[in-house]
């Protein structure tokens, strides 16, 4: 049964205005680069329910005309790139399930236990992985870009796959041994997907997927946006689409996946509005879904966890460290807690990319490596704990999230 869509999340005030952001700066800068573009690109379009029959491996593509006419002077479509039908890499069979702490390194994706043994899942570096609440797991490859390969979000959506294997999400199904393409790139030049998050949202499992577009008939800084997709993984269609969430200076920053509620943050010049959706896809009312300035309502950027409170970090006045994480009741905007960040590396030379996710009672903040230097332990938080707690730290590094539920082995 389809889930009922109702009417798209409030939208801001206003449209953002018009400043160039250097893809280099997009690993740390992400955060504070994005909002109200977002909800004038729901006011443009709608949300849309895509009913109708789909092939379970590869979204709908947006038709493209061939740019081999374009005048003179006029925006070119970058050139076609080398593409691959090699299976991306192998899981790694292990026996029946596999719990603990999800970990994305440079040596792949495994699950590590409390007693810090580790089991590996993909053998290979991955830009995103993430449970689906029932055994299996969804992942993508790194993204090739023009300053390297890349994990980022933003880079996922806005930036072209180089190959085939880049441009597909993959699916490891609880009990699988391979995984199998989910959601594939139609066109790597004009119509390509970026895995944003998954998890179970009811009573099934889905995917949150980018679908970046390349128009050259628009400005050369505006020429790359994105929508933002929902998929059911077991019926292979589209449940949700929201056009042009990412474009120039606008954008989604954070998105968690729980069982009753799907939650983004829209954000850009400034400004940002968190969405939160039910299990129904239908908008949720809160007093963080009102779009504020920072100086004037913080509800923090980051995770979202399973009773609606944000988990977001702060930095210290040079932004060269992380100094707290704080928690906010989405539905007040009220700060209910607030933890010290004991051990932040230096991340004044962007060495480290700054992951939060939030579930249950915990919270794990975690830095993953963005160029040489050392590993950093992750943070867990015990979100139960008195305000001003310490974190215990975790024998994982690089990004470190918390399972939904044990992955399935055959």
């Not at 300035?293 to 913080?298: N, S």
Request: glycine share 10%; aromatic share 6%; hydrophobic share 35%.
């Amino acid at each position: 049964m389809s889930p009922a869509i109702a009417d798209a999340p409030q939208a801001a005030a206003r449209a953002p205005g018009r400043r160039r952001l250097k893809p280099a700066t997009l690993a740390v800068a992400a955060v504070v680069a994005a909002v109200v573009g977002i909800s004038v690109g729901l006011v443009a379009g709608s949300l849309s329910s895509s009913d109708g029959d789909q092939d379970s491996s590869a979204p709908t593509s947006r038709s493209s005309e061939d740019d081999s006419t374009a005048t003179a002077g006029s925006p070119t479509k970058p050139t076609t790139k080398t593409t691959s039908k090699t299976k991306s890499g192998s899981a790694i069979a292990q026996a029946g399930e596999v719990d603990g702490y999800l970990v994305l390194d440079d040596d792949g994706v495994h699950v590590q236990g409390a007693d810090g043994k580790r089991s590996t899942i993909v053998d290979h570096p991955v830009a995103a992985a993430f449970d689906d609440g029932r055994g299996g797991l969804v992942f993508q490859d790194l993204r090739s870009t023009d300053h390297g390969l890349s994990a980022s979000m933003w880079d996922l959506a806005t930036q072209q796959p180089a190959t085939e294997e880049e441009g597909t999400i993959w699916y490891l199904p609880a009990g699988v041994a391979e995984p199998q393409p989910l959601i594939t790139s139609p066109d790597l030049d004009q119509d390509w997907v970026g895995l944003v998050a998954a998890g179970r949202l009811g009573d099934r499992p889905v995917a949150v997927y980018a679908r970046g577009a390349f128009d050259p008939e628009l400005g050369e800084a505006e020429q790359f946006e994105a929508s933002f997709v929902i998929r059911d993984i077991e019926g292979g269609r589209d449940l949700l689409t929201i056009p042009q969430a990412w474009g120039y200076e606008w954008g989604i920053d954070d998105v968690s996946v729980r069982e009753d509620r799907i939650s983004y943050l829209s954000s850009g010049e400034g400004m940002s509005t968190w969405n939160f959706l039910d299990d129904q896809l239908r908008p949720i009312t809160a007093a963080c879904t009102v779009t504020y300035e920072y100086d004037e309502i913080d509800c923090g950027s980051g995770s979202v966890d399973d009773r609606g409170r944000i988990a977001s970090v702060e930095y210290s006045e040079t932004q060269e460290s992380l100094t707290d994480l704080r928690i906010v009741d989405s539905g007040t905007a009220s700060e209910v807690a607030r933890y010290p960040v004991v051990g932040s590396p230096y991340l004044g030379e962007g060495g480290y990319s700054v992951d939060i996710d939030a579930r249950g009672d915990q919270a794990i903040v975690s830095f993953r490596q963005l160029a040489s230097g050392p590993a950093q332990p992750a943070l867990l938080f015990d979100l139960t704990a008195p305000a001003g707690s310490e974190p215990t730290p975790l024998g994982a590094t690089g990004r470190v999230l918390l399972l939904s539920a044990p992955l399935i082995r055959p």
